[in-house]
């Protein structure tokens, strides 16, 4: 049973087109995350979301936004893409922070 | 700063060798090291934890403070064992920083 869905699987947007992805859980984790990862690359932390409190990280660009409605949805949106935001989202939660995190399969991103 | 430090971006081993992925890591604090895993075609997930002292699949990992390591081993490789291993650090805010990551490859 997949615990962490992020729709969709892969995503093609045009350069400045905003772009929305979603993951969702049914673990109802308090911590949810989003990493980006590029080829060959680690998975690099753009924020997370402590139950309603959202955490950006220091070098995050302001092009990326996200929005937790609820405990079980999070979204990443990316207001203008540029060809650099081209790479894997993973979207991941845990049940509190320093615990397991539990990670989805990922958005693929496209720019074109 | 916290870093973590994977030198081997591709390792390849016979089958039934003993494995061992290097991860050293830089941190102030007291860290807290896992091993996360993806087989081909699977998402990332929890291998091990160094808290747990558990032994996962056969691979233990013991944190060594004096040398700043945490490197992954196995002592005798098995095929299903292929996969991209990342080694990451929680520490600050129990921000989770990953290592680049070794392309595990056992050969047959």
């Known amino acids: 049973d997949a615990m962490v869905i992020q729709n969709p699987r892969y995503q093609v947007t045009q350069f400045g087109k905003p772009v929305t992805l979603s993951c969702s859980q049914t673990l109802n984790h308090n911590v949810m995350y989003w990493y980006q990862q590029k080829s060959s690359q680690a998975p690099k932390l753009l924020f997370h979301y402590y139950d309603k409190d959202f955490n950006n990280e220091a070098d995050t660009p302001d092009n990326f936004q996200s929005r937790r409605p609820n405990t079980s949805f999070c979204f990443l949106d990316i207001r203008s893409p540029g060809l650099g935001d081209a790479a894997m989202y993973l979207c991941?939660?845990?049940?509190?922070?320093?615990?397991?995190?539990?990670f989805g399969p990922g958005t693929r991103l496209t720019v074109t | 700063a916290q870093r973590v430090t994977q030198p081997e971006k591709l390792l390849s081993v016979f089958k039934g060798a003993p494995v061992e992925l290097k991860c050293n890591y830089s941190y102030s604090g007291s860290p807290e090291l896992f091993w996360y895993v993806q087989y081909s075609r699977q998402r990332l997930q929890l291998l091990l934890r160094?808290?747990s002292r558990e032994s996962i699949k056969g691979f233990t990992a013991d944190l060594n403070k004096g040398e700043t390591s945490f490197h992954l081993k196995k002592p005798f490789a098995q095929e299903e064992d292929s996969a991209m291993y990342y080694c990451a650090l929680s520490g600050l805010r129990e921000k989770l920083t990953f290592g680049t990551g070794t392309r595990l490859t056992i050969i047959p």
């Open positions: 991941a939660t845990s049940r509190t922070a320093g615990y397991e995190q539990y």
């Open positions: 160094h808290i």
